[in-house]
Structure formats: structure tokens, C-alpha cells
């Protein structure tokens, strides 16, 4: 079975500029998540998608960041602009579902962004 | 305060050395409590995974939960080079989206 896929895996852009991240998730995930781990510090969630709806979208900074989800399959992230505070890795996770049953999130290699 | 805490190390033991690995929390609603595993560029990647309050073991691998005192720990025995990495703990509460909260990672070492 084929993993979460991300690209690009590296990054490198300037402050105020924009930039986007693609992610395939694990086929018949029906959950996509976007995390960001800054270096030295565990992944703190963005935004979570439940099919192509959004669940959760409390820690994403809507003035400059945004993502969707539009087929329910594969997802972007968007920065525009861009500040120096925005380096660091972004990971896409997915898994099968919601509900009370314990769903294990498959993670991706993540893309390394710099803002210099 | 953080909603999960962990001790940032970085930790640096021996091979054949007994690991311990703890974080502690304030929410109490967490049920699911989870250690992920991730090595140097890669994503984390599940490790075990335990409900509520109680201990459950995979090979050298050992996830302790202390419900009362809010305290999950990993226990590594026999530790190998290759478990050098950066170990993580998460939690989610039971039902619905099961947001995961992570700890600040454990870098670890293991020195042959």
C-alpha cells in the first residue's frame, strides 16, 4: 500500500511571498490532516478534513494561510504572505475515519519550508 | 500551561540500556495515548498506542498510562542503535474528529 504522499519536499522562499503544498493521502482515507512542526517542537495540528468538508480549522491562521480539499482525495496548503515565523516542516497525515474507534494516522515525509 | 508536556532531552544512552521516556498532560477528557517514532527527515510514525489507564507491551517496547497522576511513559529494553530517534507522544480524546495533541518530542540517542 502506497503512503501519504507529499510534495515539494523542500522549500525555499522569501518573506512575503507565497508558496503551496500538495499531499496525496493513503487511497480510501477518507480523514486528511496538515500539521506544522517547527524545528524542536512536536506537530501541532492546522486543519483537519473530513472528506472534502472541513472539521477543524481552530489553529490555522486564516489571514494568510489557507487549504482545501476540493474531490475529497488529494489537498493543498497555501501561504500568502509568507513570514519568517512560517519555517518549518508541514506534514500531511490521513486515515480512515472518525467515530470512537481508535484510527491510526499514516504521516507523510513532510515539506521543509525556509522563509529567509 | 501546555496541554502536553515533554521533557525535550536530548537523551544519550548505551546499547543494551533501559529506556525511559515519559510526558505528562492536563486534559483529562484525553482517552487514547500514543507514542510515535520518527527518525531524522521523515514523518512520525506510529509506535504503540494504548486506551485509558493500564500497560501494554510489543516486543521491547512497554506504554505505561497513569490516569490518576495524568503520566504516560515508554520503556525501551535492550535499546539498539537504530531506536536512535526523536520519540513523540500524542493524545486525542475518544470520540469524533480524535484531534491528536503532541508532546514536544524526546530526542534520543542510542550510542553502540
Known amino acids: 500500500e502506497a503512503g501519504v504522499a507529499q510534495s515539494p519536499r523542500y522549500k525555499i522562499i522569501e518573506k512575503r511571498q507565497s508558496v503551496a503544498f500538495w499531499c496525496n493521502p493513503i487511497?480510501?482515507?477518507?480523514?486528511l490532516y496538515w500539521y506544522q512542526q517547527i524545528l524542536g517542537q512536536g506537530p501541532k495540528l492546522l486543519i483537519q478534513?473530513?472528506?472534502?468538508?472541513?472539521?477543524?480549522d481552530s489553529q490555522l491562521p486564516k489571514d494568510r494561510f489557507s487549504a482545501e480539499r476540493l474531490k475529497g482525495v488529494d489537498s493543498t496548503l497555501k501561504i500568502q504572505p509568507a513570514k519568517l515565523e512560517d519555517s518549518a516542516v508541514y506534514l500531511c497525515?490521513?486515515?480512515?475515519?472518525?467515530?470512537?474507534?481508535?484510527?491510526?494516522?499514516?504521516f507523510g515525509p513532510g515539506t521543509r519550508l525556509t522563509v529567509t | 500551561q501546555k496541554e502536553v508536556e515533554q521533557d525535550p532531552g536530548p537523551l544519550s544512552v548505551p546499547e543494551g540500556a533501559i529506556v525511559s521516556l515519559n510526558c505528562t498532560y492536563s486534559?483529562?477528557?484525553?482517552?487514547?495515548f500514543m507514542w510515535y517514532r520518527q527518525y531524522s527527515r521523515k514523518g512520525p510514525e506510529l509506535l504503540m498506542y494504548?486506551?485509558?489507564?493500564g500497560n501494554k507491551e510489543d516486543g521491547r517496547f512497554t506504554a505505561q498510562v497513569d490516569k490518576s497522576s495524568k503520566y504516560i511513559s515508554l520503556f525501551i529494553r535492550d535499546s539498539q542503535p537504530s531506536d536512535s530517534a526523536t520519540y513523540l507522544c500524542a493524545m486525542s480524546v475518544i470520540q469524533g474528529a480524535q484531534k491528536l495533541v503532541f508532546g514536544q518530542g524526546t530526542r534520543l540517542t542510542i550510542n553502540p
Open positions: 487511497s480510501g482515507h477518507a480523514t
Open positions: 486534559n483529562s477528557a484525553f482517552q487514547y
Open positions: 478534513f473530513q472528506n472534502n468538508g472541513v472539521v477543524d
Open positions: 497525515a490521513s486515515s480512515s475515519g472518525q467515530g470512537i474507534i481508535f484510527r491510526e494516522q499514516y
Open positions: 494504548t486506551y485509558s489507564s
